[in-house]
């Protein structure tokens, strides 16, 4: 670790100079780039990244990785446990519209039988390194939230890995950094979730289905997607894979005989990949949600499901970080003492004394924590002045029950510079900012109500941003991709 703080401190602006370019240039080379909104098809731009990997303790890097099983198990467990998933998401479906929508149309779902009951889940638990409040310098590692559906990233990862050994190899020679095929750790997140889609494309068993993708209007992050289909595309030239967006099925869905769901008259589709559906504003109106519902009903494998996607709301999350709720899904007990040290405080925020008693915490030291809404995709959750200032606006209302507080996670600082399109290491005068990173596993995982037919950890991927600020998505536009130099 110090060999790399040492690297980065040493270079000169015009070292920095020469290895940005290279950098940009081989990013680029990678597809870690991505297609600008609003401008001609073809343009694309460099996709934020780190100059050089960043620091990451060993340790908690093979735990994350040994977890991602039991998080998936869990997950997984969850989705079919009706009870469970109805009680946990009761309060917050009379108050969360986004979430009440979706809870409908699993409603609809298991009112009519599910013509498709097993479910895949691409997944990712996000962690963070939080420093320990004893002040020994130590930290332990603590889950930011699970992604259940449209995790990205997963096709871009390993290519900022190829990117960051090549300046390493080339630039960091002299330095003694060690043997970087120990420290940049091989990272097959593309290929392990490609063989999810797979593994569920075989499960459905008919050779002439196809995997259809459902995105966005215009999709920003498209070589992360790409990177996965051209992976499936590759080991498997038998599958078929096809793009649509909720306007282009609106017309063109229709069930089969069978409950096969039909796309254009001629598609059979096995599995519905969505890698957009996670956001109210995905959904242009009814008519979109009736073809999710849909794409529901229908006997093709969803990634997620509907109640693979419901068991990732941050409702559920707050609800599972309680030890008895956790042995209610894990049965041995060293494993929910696994589980139980990455969860960081979590409170509901439910009317009665318990959620009074969360919102004074909270109103007291706002800076100790987080709060979010019912959301994903990053940008929408309330730090410090902005907590307090919207705790008070609905202490007195029902719409606090849609939120959850969280303890703030307080990873370390690590020096590093990030690569901005068409912005030079100039613009900050060549010196390496501080930036914390934010650490994901991937897991692939396939089951119904009787088995888990599939369930793996699939790859990593850190995620970096400024010290200080405090949402860190890159396709939001906070935060850079990343890669573990782990020590
Ligand atoms: P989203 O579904 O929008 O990605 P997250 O829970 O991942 O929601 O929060 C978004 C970002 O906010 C995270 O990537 C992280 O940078 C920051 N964040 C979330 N929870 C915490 C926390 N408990 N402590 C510190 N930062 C957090
Ligand atoms: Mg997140």
């Known amino acids: 670790m110090d060999q790399l703080t040492q690297l980065v401190d040493s270079l000169t602006a015009d070292d920095l100079l020469a290895i940005e370019r290279e950098v940009k240039d081989y990013a680029l080379a990678k597809g870690i780039a991505f297609k600008l909104a609003n401008s001609p098809p073809d343009t694309v731009s460099l996709a934020p990244l780190t100059l050089f990997p960043s620091p990451f303790p060993r340790k908690h890097f093979d735990f994350g990785h040994r977890l991602q099983p039991l998080v998936n198990a869990v997950s997984h467990k969850i989705a079919y446990d009706h009870g469970f998933l109805a009680d946990s998401l009761a309060k917050t479906v009379q108050v969360d519209d986004f979430t009440a929508k979706m809870f409908d149309v699993y409603t609809q779902v298991r009112r009519e039988g599910m013509a498709q009951t097993t479910s895949l889940g691409l997944f990712r638990a996000d962690y963070m390194l939080d420093e320990r409040p004893d002040g020994g310098g130590g930290y332990d590692l603590k889950q930011v939230e699970v992604n259940n559906i449209s995790t990205s990233f997963c096709g871009l990862a390993p290519a900022v890995r190829d990117v960051h050994r090549h300046v390493l190899a080339k630039y960091g020679a002299s330095a003694d950094i060690g043997d970087l095929d120990k420290r940049l750790p091989i990272n097959r997140s593309t290929e392990l979730m490609a063989a999810g889609l797979i593994k569920a494309y075989d499960y ?88 999710r519902l849909l794409m529901e009903r229908s006997r093709a494998v969803k990634c997620p499901s509907i109640q693979y996607h419901l068991t990732g709301c941050k409702k559920i999350q707050q609800i599972v970080s309680n030890r008895q709720v956790v042995e209610k899904f894990v049965a041995d007990r060293r494993d929910v003492d696994d589980l139980m040290q990455v969860f960081a405080g979590l409170w509901g925020l439910e ?97 119904n109500a009787d088995e888990i037919i599939l ?18 998505g890159v396709a939001a536009g906070f935060g850079a991709l990343d890669s573990p130099y782990l020590y």
């Not at 793996?456 to 400024?466: F, Q």
């Open 455 to 472: 369930n793996s950890e699939a790859g990593h991927l850190i995620r970096s941003k400024t010290y200080g600020t405090n949402e860190g």
């Open 204 to 291: 459905y068993n008919r050779s002439s289905a196809v995997i259809l993708v459902v995105v966005e209007q215009v999709v920003v992050n498209i070589f992360d997607q790409r990177a996965i289909e051209f992976t499936v595309s590759r080991s498997r030239p038998d599958i078929r894979l096809i793009r649509r967006t909720f306007a282009q099925l609106r017309d063109a869905v229709r069930l089969g005989n069978n409950r096969e769901l039909i796309v254009d008259n001629k598609h059979e589709v096995a599995v519905v990949y969505y890698r957009t559906a996670y956001a109210p504003q995905d959904y242009a109106g009814d008519q979109d949600w009736d073809v």
């Open 351 to 447: 009317s009665g004394p318990d959620g009074d008693q969360a919102i004074d915490m909270a109103l007291g030291e706002p800076n100790r924590f987080v709060l979010k809404p019912q959301r994903e995709g990053g940008g929408y959750n309330y730090f410090g002045g902005q907590l307090a200032r919207k705790l008070d606006e609905i202490r007195h209302t029902k719409e606090r029950e849609s939120y959850i507080l969280m303890e703030l996670i307080r990873p370390p600082k690590v020096p590093n510079h990030i690569l901005a399109p068409n912005k030079s290491l100039a613009a900050n005068s060549f010196r390496p900012s501080n930036i914390t990173c934010e650490f994901g596993v991937f897991g692939t995982v396939m089951g």
